[in-house]
Every structure is written in C-alpha cells, then in structure tokens.
Nanobody
Framework: QVQLVESGGGLVQAGDSLRLSCAAS????????MAWFRQAPGKEREFVAA???????????YYTDSVKGRFTISRDNAKNTVYLQMNRLEAADTAIYYC??????????????????WGQGTQVTVSS
C-alpha cells in the first residue's frame, strides 16, 4: 500500500506563489501516474494537474485549463516526491489540495476514481 503525504499549503495573498509537495512511500515505479486534485467548499473534487512517467526519462504533464501557464507539476524520482508549483495564485484557487497516485499509467487521468492512492490533503487559501 502506497502512502502519500502532502505539505506546503498555507494562507497567501492573490498574486503570491506556493509549492506543494507530495512524498510517496515505496518505489517510484509503484506510482507511474501522480496527480493533484482540489476541492473547494460545496464543490466536487476537480482535476488540477497530472504527471505520467514511463520508467525512463520521459514525463508527460497535463493541466486543467484554469491553471495552465500558472501551475507546474514536476517529479523527483530520487526523492519519490511530486511537486505542484503554483504561481500568480487567485482567490478561485482556494481549496483543499489532494495528491493522488496510481500503480498504472492512467488513461483517464482527470477522473478521481481512477486513482488508488490519496493523501490527506493540504489547505490552500488565497485572499484577494
């Protein structure tokens, strides 16, 4: 069973930056697909970004439209950690951010149900 632990959330002002981290237990090959989702109060959990690793040196990154150009997902296999660098934060980015992982290369990476492993979540609050 893979365990995911998020960190890096906090309270910031609009326009600021934050970097979220998600440390995974086990080997990097156990979670070739990692993703970030978020959930605001009263809303469904939504896809933010995903990164797929093919066990070589190639990574594929995917983003929801609202964060393209502002957020960057990356992966450090030496640390078995995935990051979400969030720049130019907006009030609409306020949510609990969850890290997700799966032991397969997920095709439908935008769907929460496709992921077997989830972190506890970290709160991101952006004041306007």
């Amino acid at each position: 069973q893979v365990q995911l632990v998020e960190s890096g959330g906090g309270l910031v002002q609009a326009g600021d930056s934050l970097r979220l981290s998600c440390a995974a237990s086990g080997r990097p090959s156990s979670t070739p697909t990692m993703a970030w989702f978020r959930q605001a109060p009263g809303k469904e959990r939504e896809f933010v970004a995903a990164i797929k690793w093919n066990s070589g040196s190639v990574y594929y990154a995917y983003y929801t439209d609202s964060v393209k150009g502002r957020f960057t997902i990356s992966r450090d296999n030496a640390k078995n950690t995935v990051y979400l660098q969030m720049n130019r934060l907006e009030a609409a980015d306020t949510a609990i951010y969850y890290c997700a992982g799966d032991n397969a290369v997920v095709v439908l990476y935008r769907r929460p149900a496709e992921y077997d492993y989830w972190g506890q979540g970290t709160q991101v609050t952006v004041s306007s």
